[in-house]
């Protein structure tokens, strides 16, 4: 059994509690800590957890927790991560880890010198449909990766401290593009370098300081692109959806709407449908279950195997500040309008890699362009010359 610390007892502090409580799991919650006292409570009731604090390092020094799950607000994580290295707890952080890499880096420097264990809390490198969409891309299905496209929008986020600058470190680039930008890296390969980052952000309707739709870039080291589009202003629910782009293949996955689950109701009924729905009336998109759609499951499972194994989960703090160092760019990018160069003081992964080679031999003379079976039943290959350059067909059948 593994005993954890919930730090927060708002919106993802229950979706976690649903999921590590919510199979007959093992796993308990022993101590929540949240800011208000009524809350607190609330959240130890319908959890059945035993300790109750409004002092966060009460929570986490608490003798029985093995392991504290931060679920704060993003201006909070760093105080309560340096807490844990203090009392040399175990943490399991959520997105993004920090508000930029600065602090993200601090972070993960303070728990590998701890020595404890810390994981990422990026659930949507956990869903079902992504995990087996990249066991696909491992074993070669769609050949070399070329492009990756991660979308995450909807119509703004459900608490104050996220509208403002300070607490939140950013808009919906920070907010919704750290999980765009790990799916992306996921594909290309979490071990190749991100090298540089475009991105047009703008406030286009909320009024706030932070962008609230913004569309970027990523290039890769081996020439890998990949795009992620958020929103805080989209309408019609939350839109989740990626694409993946290989020389032998493509992956097209729709997360949330339209995922073959589409329901009409004239509105008698008053249900929940599913997170950020905007209506539950008329056509509805509902979600069968949603903490197993959005990888919570399978998030904790790693999280919880790892530490019993003394690994390294998939997802370390590690991974967290390269997400956080390239939506830094992605900040800049947007500001100066050029294309801005990824700063990672820290990297761990291949270096100096060339852009992929695209040429391939089809003979001695010739690089291989094209092959069709046209409508008429010829088959034939587009081919260039190697020496003169020239573009010729050629019917094999
Ligand atoms: N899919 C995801 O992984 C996902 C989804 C939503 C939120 N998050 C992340 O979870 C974290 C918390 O977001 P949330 O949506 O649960 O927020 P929330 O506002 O619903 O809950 C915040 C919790 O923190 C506590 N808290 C303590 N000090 C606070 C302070 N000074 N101001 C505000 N709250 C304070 C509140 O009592 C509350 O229990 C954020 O880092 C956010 O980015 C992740």
Redesign the pocket.
């Known amino acids: 059994m593994t005993r954890i610390a919930m730090?927060?007892?708002?919106?993802?502090?229950?979706?976690y509690a649903d999921s590590i409580q919510g199979y007959r799991s093992k796993d308990k919650i022993v101590s929540i800590?949240?800011?208000?006292e009524e809350?607190?409570k609330k959240?130890a009731a319908d959890y059945s957890v035993a300790h109750v604090t409004t002092n966060?390092e009460e929570a986490i020094a608490h003798p029985d927790v093995d392991v504290v799950c931060?679920?704060?607000?993003?201006?909070?994580?760093e105080q309560a991560v340096l807490l844990c290295c203090q009392h040399k707890k175990a943490v399991m952080?959520?997105?993004?880890l920090g508000r930029n890499a600065a602090e993200a880096l601090r972070m993960m420097e303070a728990v590998e010198k701890a020595g404890i264990f810390n994981g990422y809390?990026?659930?949507?490198v956990y869903t079902p449909k992504f995990i087996k969409a990249h066991e696909s891309v491992k074993n070669g299905a769609l050949g070399r990766i070329l492009w990756t496209k991660s979308r995450e929008t909807h119509p703004g986020?459900?608490?104050?401290?996220?509208w403002d600058l300070e607490?939140?470190g950013g808009g919906c680039i920070?907010?919704l593009g750290?999980?765009c930008v790990e799916i992306g890296r996921s594909y290309i390969g979490k071990d190749i370098k991100p090298v540089e980052v475009m991105c047009w952000a703008d406030t286009q309707v909320k009024p706030i300081e932070a962008e609230d739709h913004a569309i970027g870039l990523i290039k890769y080291e081996t020439g890998a692109i990949s795009q992620f589009e958020v929103s805080w202003t989209f309408r019609g629910g939350l839109d989740l959806r990626d694409e993946v782009m290989g020389t032998e293949g493509t992956i097209w996955i729709n997360n949330f709407l339209r995922t073959g689950f589409e329901m009409f109701t004239t509105g008698k009924g008053t249900d929940y449908v599913a997170?950020k729905a905007e209506s539950n009336t008329g056509w509805l998109f509902p979600v069968g279950d949603e903490l197993n759609e959005?990888?919570?499951n399978h998030m904790f499972a790693d999280m919880f195997n790892a530490m019993e194994s003394g690994k390294a989960p998939k997802e370390t703090f590690y991974d967290g500040y390269v997400v956080n160092a390239i939506l830094d760019s992605a900040y800049r990018s947007a500001k100066s309008k050029l294309w801005e160069p990824v700063q990672l003081p820290v990297w761990r992964g291949k270096e100096g890699l060339c852009k992929d080679n695209h040429l391939i031999d089809y003979d001695n003379e010739h690089y291989f362009v094209k092959e069709e079976l046209t409508h008429y039943g010829t088959k034939k290959v587009i081919l260039k010359h190697k020496q003169s350059g020239k573009f010729v067909e050629k019917i094999i059948q």
Not at 33 to 36: D, F, I, N, W
Not at 93 to 96: A, F, V, W
Request: charged content about 20%; proline content about 6%.
């Open positions: 730090l927060g007892s708002g919106f993802i502090g229950r979706f800590y949240s800011r208000k809350t607190a959240f966060m931060i679920s704060l607000p993003n201006h909070l994580h952080t959520t997105k993004p809390l990026e659930d949507l986020p459900h608490s104050d401290w996220f607490q939140a920070l907010d750290c999980h997170e959005l990888g919570y």
